[in-house]
Each structure stands twice: as structure tokens, then as C-alpha cells.
């Protein structure tokens, strides 16, 4: 079966400094790659995705990156975090190709990150 | 474009009673409709999905939902709640773009479950 961990669960940052969220998938190979952003009382925004290594989409201009250096790696970046950062990140995965299966999204346990 | 709109932002029920959580949807295709679930400081969890088969889905944890064409709705129902329904509940419609999913989130509604 498929796992996906994501860490660390909770960070708390100083502004200017910089962040490092970290995914890994298990027991699939060449997984699409998400990562989401939860602002507090809000839904959920699609901040990245990729579809394989090296290939990263940006949905929203932001302060934040990602890359995809590994099949079953997605990490979260930024240089210098502002307040408006903080908030809930999750990772997800999904089948490589779409089907009854394939368009289901799953998603990690996510990340709280609060910037100070 | 794709959306979706839960029309109760808070919902608030006994325990033991029925739950009902409104979702409509706008779609220019045949839409994949997801009904996911967050516990307090937690991931979401898949409760079902609509993906063109029968129209009432059945889920986990005693959910199903019933994808209405003619009405764009995905409501989400369960006939007796229990106090561990308490959560936030999403509707989430697939945007299925070539090689990857982009998922379009409601607003949530939160479920309480009182004693």
C-alpha cells in the first residue's frame, strides 16, 4: 500500500528566515506530487505540483518554491519567509495517470507552520 | 471554470440525529466530485467520490452522497451522527488537466455534534 509522510508537523520561524517542508511517497513510482496551503478559517489553495523529477507548476505567485529532486520527493522552499507564510501546508499524491483510481488525491498529515 | 460552493459554512447537530452537509458544483465537463474530511490539526482523509458510476456513492464511516445533475449537487448525508463526526468537511470538484489532478476546495462547512 501507499504511504506518504510529511515533516516537520509543526514550525515556528522568525520572519527573513528560511523554510524547508519536506514529503516523501512510498509504494508507488512516479506519483504526481502536490503541495496545498491552508490559511486559518480558509479552504485550501494549490500552491505546486509535479509530474515527475524536475518538473514543478507553479499555481500562485508567491515567496514559496518547490522542487522534486527525487520520483518520491517534493519539498517546499523558501529563502526568506514573510508573515503572511504562515499557515497549515500539505503534500499530497496522486496515480500517475487519471481512472477510478488515478483522479484521487491523498494527503499527507500536513505541517503547521507559524512565522513570528 | 471549475467551483463549488458548500452552503452552510457551520452545520450543528445531536448526536444520533441525521447529518446533511450542502454542496453544489459548477462544472463545463462531467465533473470527479470528492468529499473529504480534517480533524483538528490533521490531514484530510478521502470519505468518497463520484467518478460517473452510480450516482449515491457510499463512503466511510456511514457517509454517502448523491450527485444530482440536474440540480449540480453533491450533498453529503449520514442517517445517525456520531460525537467522532466532529470535523471539517470539504467538496471538492477535479479539474483533470493532462497528467495531473488540480482539485478545487469549498470553503468547508464545520460539523459540531452535540451530547
Known amino acids: 500500500s501507499q504511504t506518504i509522510h510529511q515533516w516537520p508537523a509543526t514550525l515556528v520561524q522568525p520572519v527573513g528566515s528560511p523554510l524547508s517542508l519536506e514529503c516523501t511517497v512510498e509504494?508507488?513510482?512516479?506519483?504526481?506530487l502536490y503541495w496545498y496551503r491552508q490559511a486559518a478559517g480558509r479552504g485550501l489553495q494549490l500552491l505546486f505540483y509535479?509530474?515527475?523529477?524536475?518538473?514543478i507548476s507553479s499555481e500562485v505567485p508567491q515567496n514559496l518554491s518547490a522542487s522534486r529532486p527525487q520520483d518520491r520527493q517534493f519539498i517546499l522552499s523558501s529563502k526568506k519567509l514573510l508573515l503572511s507564510d504562515s499557515g497549515f501546508y500539505l503534500c499530497?499524491?496522486?496515480?500517475?495517470?487519471?481512472?477510478?483510481?488515478?483522479?484521487?488525491?491523498?494527503f499527507g498529515e500536513g505541517s503547521w507552520l507559524t512565522v513570528v | 471554470a471549475q467551483s463549488v460552493t458548500q452552503l452552510d459554512s457551520h452545520v450543528s447537530v445531536s448526536e444520533g440525529t441525521p447529518v446533511l452537509l450542502r454542496c453544489n458544483y459548477s462544472s463545463s465537463y462531467s465533473p470527479s466530485l470528492f468529499w473529504y474530511v480534517q480533524h483538528p490539526n490533521k490531514g484530510l482523509q478521502l470519505l468518497l467520490k463520484?467518478?460517473?458510476?452510480?450516482?449515491l456513492v457510499k463512503g466511510i464511516n456511514g457517509f454517502e452522497a448523491e450527485f444530482k445533475k440536474s440540480e449540480t449537487s453533491f450533498h453529503l448525508t449520514k442517517p445517525s451522527a456520531h460525537m467522532s463526526d466532529a470535523a471539517e468537511y470539504f467538496c471538492v470538484v477535479s479539474d483533470r488537466p493532462q497528467g495531473a489532478q488540480k482539485l478545487v476546495f469549498g470553503q468547508g462547512t464545520r460539523l459540531t455534534i452535540n451530547p
Open positions: 509504494g508507488t513510482s512516479n506519483p504526481n
Open positions: 463520484y467518478t460517473s458510476a452510480a450516482t
Open positions: 509535479s509530474v515527475g523529477i524536475g518538473q
Open positions: 499530497a499524491w496522486s496515480f500517475p495517470f487519471p481512472g477510478s483510481s488515478g483522479n484521487t488525491i491523498y
